[in-house]
T-cell receptor, first 111, second 115 residues
Framework: AQSVTQLDSQVPVFEEAPVELRCNYSSSVSVYLFWYVQYPNQGLQLLLKYLSGSTLVESINGFEAEFNKSQTSFHLRKPSVHISDTAEYFCAVIEQGNLIFGKGTKLSVKP | EAGVTQFPSHSVIEKGQTVTLRCDPISGHDNLYWYRRVMGKEIKFLLHFVKESKQDESGMPNNRFLAERTGGTYSTLKVQPAELEDSGVYFC?????????????FGPGTRLTVL
C-alpha cells in the first residue's frame, strides 16, 4: 500500500521569504501525485498535480513542485510567500483511484 | 457552478447517539467520495460511489457506518451508534469521470464531536 510522509507538521515563515514543504511517498511502478491546500474554514482545493511528462509542475499562484523519482519526493516550493498563503497543505498520491494523504503541513506566514 | 456542499458544518452528539451527515456533489459528477480526518492524523479514504453504486468501501471502519446514495445524487453517511473515536472531520468529494485521476472537488467538511 502507498503511504505519504510530510515530515513538517508546521512551517512558520516571514512574508516574502521562500518556503519548501516536503513530501515523500512510498515507491511504486507508476505514481500520480497531488498537492491540496485547505484555507481556513474551506474545503480542500487542488493546488497542482503530477501525472506524467515534465517533472516540474506549477500552480497559478506561484507554487511549484518537482517530481523526483529517485528520491521518491514531491516537495512544494514558493520563492516568495504572502500572508494569504497561510493554510494547511496536503500531499497525496493515488492508489486504486483513491487519494492517500499525508498528515498535512500548516504553513503560517507572518508579516 | 455550485461546489460540493456538506451539512451540517458541525455536529456535537453523545456517545451512543446517531448522526447523519449529508453531501451534495457538484451537479453531473457521477463519482462521490467520503474521507475522514481524525485529529492529528491523515485524511483517510472511507468509500467511493459511482452513481448510486458502491465502487469501493474498503475504508469504512466498521458496520456502525452506513453510506447511501439513492438516485445517484446526494449521499448520506450515518453513524449508529456513535463512539468517541468517531470524532473528526468528514469530507466529501466528487469528480466527473470514471478516469481514476480526474480531479476530486472537496466540500468544506463536517466536524463531528462525540462526547
Amino acid at each position: 500500500a502507498q503511504s505519504v510522509t510530510q515530515l513538517d507538521s508546521q512551517v512558520p515563515v516571514f512574508e516574502e521569504a521562500p518556503v519548501e514543504l516536503r513530501c515523500n511517498y512510498s515507491s511504486s511502478v507508476s505514481v500520480y501525485l497531488f498537492w491540496y491546500v485547505q484555507y481556513p474554514n474551506q474545503g480542500l482545493q487542488l493546488l497542482l498535480k503530477y501525472l506524467s511528462g515534465s517533472t516540474l509542475v506549477e500552480s497559478i499562484n506561484g507554487f511549484e513542485a518537482e517530481f523526483n523519482k529517485s528520491q521518491t519526493s514531491f516537495h512544494l516550493r514558493k520563492p516568495s510567500v504572502h500572508i494569504s498563503d497561510t493554510a494547511e497543505y496536503f500531499c497525496a498520491v493515488i492508489e486504486q483511484g483513491n487519494l492517500i494523504f499525508g498528515k498535512g503541513t500548516k504553513l503560517s506566514v507572518k508579516p | 457552478e455550485a461546489g460540493v456542499t456538506q451539512f451540517p458544518s458541525h455536529s456535537v452528539i453523545e456517545k451512543g447517539q446517531t448522526v447523519t451527515l449529508r453531501c451534495d456533489p457538484i451537479s453531473g459528477h457521477d463519482n462521490l467520495y467520503w474521507y475522514r480526518r481524525v485529529m492529528g492524523k491523515e485524511i483517510k479514504f472511507l468509500l467511493h460511489f459511482v452513481k448510486e453504486s458502491k465502487q469501493d468501501e474498503s475504508g469504512m471502519p466498521n458496520n456502525r457506518f452506513l453510506a447511501e446514495r439513492t438516485g445517484g445524487t446526494y449521499s448520506t453517511l450515518k453513524v449508529q451508534p456513535a463512539e468517541l473515536e468517531d470524532s473528526g472531520v468528514y469530507f466529501c468529494a466528487s469528480s466527473r469521470g470514471a478516469w481514476r485521476v480526474d480531479e476530486q472537488f472537496f466540500g468544506p467538511g463536517t466536524r463531528l464531536t462525540v462526547l
